[in-house]
């Protein structure tokens, strides 16, 4: 089979790292991967959804696998269907729960899918004047895709009002940002739920927690996420149930009810709050950094289960038992304004430990590997806990060098401390 995974990050990385073990594969393409990716690069940027289904025409691929929203967003899934073309992620109306945070909120507010009470408001003047009567804490979200980094907690008044002018006065988030949804703060641990949902029929993924601020203690401004753990111990089995019953099940009834076919990855984003779990934000994709650990703890041939479950037949997954860790290493100025093009050094020594290195910003420039974007290489470990998973990534990490790299040093520790390691 010839299978094509669209993206250019970690995620999409760990994706065709997977896939490429499976004997039915002869030839993974990836569109456009990042340098050092182990699957053929094809220069097609991933929202160019046109070239992409003309590409797999001509390639004759079997299979498509999304990675990132963008192109779920502009309609990737619609267009190759349109043309009999095998692809695995929802359609463009679908995606609207990612797309727009007002869409998902009205969403699970009419459904009954718990989330944290909000407003919606497209005139800052008004925003304001809710703030003020409001206070704080709260969370202002941009409407539209902003990467991971359109939700600002504000931990007082004066914080969320400037929230409110730099979305919507200064735009600089652009349109994403000309509504925003106000939403109440909420206490607890966060936890990353995935599902591969085809209809009202679902397989969750292992759990997961993902990192999303940028420094150490969860200090600094969010990201796209620094660096993800499996499993995620918060997530007991009876936590796990409360959110299989009253998050995924009463999601996927609701969209049947509203007529959309759901068929793809889907991730709650919770706070797992002292009332149950609640839902921060759906996804409609596979999370990255935390598809990274998660696959690694999938056995067996996933590009055979997967086709099996979008064909609609019954799967099971094997998980293994061990622990999976994976640390971001990040660009000087990411996220804002990452600096790039440094040379990359000390891989092929960090891959001498045990450890899996996943590509995200990279480049080849005459012949050197070069830093190209914020998240710049993801470095991933297996263990028995988290606490070896930890040891392995990071003494890896040590090795490796770039100018201006930062990443956290605490990636595992919460769930170190939490069962006691
Ligand atoms: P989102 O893009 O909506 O998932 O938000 C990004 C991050 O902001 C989340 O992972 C949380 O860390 C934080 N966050 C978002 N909404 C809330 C909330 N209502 N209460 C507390 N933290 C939140
Ligand atoms: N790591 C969070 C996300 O992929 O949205």
């Not at 679908?94 to 007002?102: D, Y």
């Not at 009567?133 to 504000?154: E, M, N, Q, S, T």
């Not at 609640?278 to 996933?302: H, S, T």
Request: glycine fraction near 10%.
């Amino acid at each position: 089979m010839k299978v094509l995974v669209v993206g250019n990050g970690g995620r999409e990385h760990a994706i065709a790292w997977k896939i490429s073990q499976s004997p039915l594969v002869k030839e993974v393409f990836i569109a456009k991967g990042s340098a050092g990716v182990d699957a053929k690069r094809v220069d097609i940027n991933p929202t160019d959804v046109k070239t992409l289904a003309d590409f797999a025409q001509r390639e004759g691929i079997d299979f498509t696998i999304v990675g990132p929203e963008a192109p779920l967003v502009e309609g990737i899934v619609d267009e190759f269907e349109k043309r009999g073309l095998k692809i695995f992620g929802p359609s463009q109306k679908a995606s609207l729960l990612e797309a727009s945070k007002v869409f998902a909120k009205d969403f699970m507010l009419k459904h009954g899918i718990p989330t944290a009470n909000f407003e919606v408001f497209d005139d800052p003047d008004k925003a304001k004047r809710f703030i003020r009567d409001f206070g704080a804490p709260v969370v202002v979200k941009a409407d539209g895709l902003a990467g991971g980094k359109g939700a600002i907690v504000c931990k007082t008044e004066q914080s969320a009002i400037e929230a409110v002018d730099f979305l919507m006065v200064r735009k600089a988030l652009g349109k994403a940002g000309e509504r925003v949804v106000i939403e109440e703060f909420l206490e607890g641990e966060e936890g990353s739920y995935i599902v591969m949902v085809n209809g009202e029929e679902y397989i969750p993924l292992p759990t997961s927690q993902d990192h999303k601020r940028l420094l150490d203690g969860d200090k600094g401004p969010n990201t796209g996420g620094m660096g993800a753990y499996s499993p995620n111990p918060f997530i007991d089995e009876k936590t796990e149930q409360e959110i299989r019953k009253n998050i995924i099940e009463k999601t996927l009834k609701a969209l049947a009810k509203e007529g959309i076919y759901y068929r793809g990855f889907l991730y709650a984003g919770l706070m797992l709050t002292s009332e149950g779990p609640k839902v921060l934000e759906f996804n409609v994709r596979l999370g990255d950094p935390e598809a990274q650990p998660l696959l690694m703890r999938i056995k067996g041939d996933f590009l055979e289960k997967l086709i099996n479950f979008y064909e609609g037949r019954s799967i099971s997954l094997e998980i293994d038992n061990r622990c999976a860790l994976c640390v971001v290493l990040a660009s000087k100025g990411y996220p804002e304004n990452p600096e790039v093009g440094k040379e990359i050094r000390g891989l092929e020594e960090a891959k001498k430990e045990e450890v899996i290195i996943f590509y995200a910003g990279t480049k080849i420039e005459n012949g050197k590997l070069l830093t190209a974007g914020g998240r710049v290489l993801n470095v991933c470990a297996w263990g028995e806990d988290i606490k070896e998973a930890k040891v392995k990534a990071y003494k890896a990490i040590e090795k490796i060098s770039f100018e201006g790299m930062q990443y956290r040093k605490d990636i595992g520790d919460k769930a170190i401390r939490f069962l006691g390691l």
